[in-house]
């Protein structure tokens, strides 16, 4: 563990963006935003991002390939190339567990070469957080945002910034931070992670359970009668998916570009009418039934083909973006029934 | 104006299911939380006591649902207007997109609805808001009990209301209220003095920002075409995402264009945009055009209006005036 005054995290930014691409929640009127750091920007004040940092390691659009077509001849050209190290900073415990749940997703055989890349240089400093919002329910999922996972972990209190490295990767902002920071003892973030502790028993959801939840439910649920009505002024946009950290599906697509082909994939969502399409049109024709997908998917399916995890974090950015104020929570009540999914 | 309650509004909404008038009532259900308020159709008073509500943050427009609902041949179905609301209303209306005879259409009154996204900014632990009428009282977990200034929580669209008058109803409860003096014009006008390079830079860091959700064209009661351009693969348009930087222009240009003239302003698009994308102002910079060139004109007002646009008159600006982009008159 090490530490510095809090007033030195301006210092630390500098420092760390010297060595590496670093990026970084900024507030905005319109809310927190994760963007490159330059010079002057300081660390967003809010519990997340409108946008989950998920983008960093899989983009909303991607070029996979480029086809270059001259005359008769076509050329491939593979636009990979070896990513640098590169710093996210501040990321909460949600959003770095959704990396664990995209990991099951990309990293198993055929690995996603593209996500690959990102992952082994993105180096993750997490934030603990002080004052969970009202919308979190992260500790539903098992996540402690006194302790988040990631390459280090950064505690803030009133005067003092605490660096907890964690991994080898971690361990490589201590040349840039060389002169900053100093060593320290591990317990000296206790009192904060035991204020945080208190503070996630008092919120609004702290009570929810996944307990009826899990693999091989799919039977349980499938046929529910609530489906209809939480879905039933569901506007089909793609607002929960795309700020979703764990949403991640996608479309790939060829785009026509002057001399050739550009094959790209971008965020798909399971909430549009165009979904999986295929000759025969869209297997889930109701809105209903592409409401049921995107919920199932998190409760059901994933858990049933990834050891009982579920891919919902908790963070709590569906209940803020959704035009209906439909989502995951009220949709764990209603299915839950008495003394499950019900506080 | 006197105050509508929710448990006034339940009441007369059971008393028309009672007497079979309509068979269910579209409106709005409470949520987990002070603000996450859904629409919603209730078919019982039993339904309509556990979790109907009215209260500052009923902000969704319900006419649009009216399509889909009445659509289910079953009766009539009595739904829940504000003053913008009834506008969209009568657009929908001219537009022919649903029975008039299968909707009891209930006005009510509205003192601008709050923007959660507003009291957010301010604390992200508010649990609970009490509307005090100038004030609004809000409990937070960390910062005790904040009083905040009501003006300065409502939406833009609520802030610049254009109007407090039903201009469609069966029913009205709470007296009427006039068409306003808005000012909401304001801030086309200072796009309008921008240079084009600064208006463009404008429009390029709004819309780049764009996610492509579609919420706005899902939400917005003048988008109701059975399947749009931007879903159909065989358009060419389709992309679910920015394939090149224009994407997103393209999609909320071609956008504000299809509704010029029907758009009555109502500012659903601009209050479901995930990312505060201010995207009401495309459609009033063409309301404002069209009052300009062609008369003051308000989609929505009466039903059966033709819009200045898909309508002939021999005053009508000449196409050259038109070009100019409106920028050399007020």
Redesign the interface.
Known sequence: MYKTAKEKLPAVLDAISRYFSLYLPVDY???AVFEAYSYGKTLSS??NT??SPKEYFFP??ETLVNFKVDGKSLSIIDPRRESEDFVIFGMRACDVKSLAILDRVFLSDPIDTYYENRRRHGIIVSMACS?????CFCTTFGIDPSEPDGDAILYLDKDTLYLNIKTEKGAKLLTPLQGIIVDCEQNEVDTQKNLIRE?LK????SSLQTTTFSSGKTDDFFSSEVWETLS??C?????C???CPTCHCY?I?D?KTADGI?R?R????CM???FT?MSHGNPRTKQSERFRQRFMHKLVYYPTNHDGIFSCVGCGRC???C?????I??VM?ALGGEGNGKQ | MQKVTKDILISKAAGLLDSQTVTRVLGWKRGEFYDDVTPAVFHSREELENGFVFDDFCGANLSKYLIKETAKDDGKILVFLKPCDTYSFNQLLTERRFPRDKVYALGVGCEGMLDSRKIRAVSESVISVRDLGNSVEVETLYDGILTLDRQTLLPDRCQRCKSKKHVAFDELIATDGKILDSNRFDEVEKLEKMTADERYRFWQEQLSRCIRCNACRDVCPACTCEKCVFDNPDSGVANKACANEFEEKMFHIVRAFHVVGRCTDCGECSRVCPQNIPLHLLNRKFIKDINTFYGTYQAGETVGSRAPLVDYNPDDAEPSEVLTGGTHHV
């Open positions: 009127e319109d809310g809010k519990v409108v946008k909303q659009t004052k969970p919002a009202a919308t503070r008092k919120l609004p959801l039933d002024t506007l089909g946009c793609g607002s998916t795309y700020v479309d697509k785009f550009r790209f971008c965020w798909d969502s549009f009418s165009d399409q209940l803020k973006s035009p209906i104020n439909m989502n929570v009220k009540k």
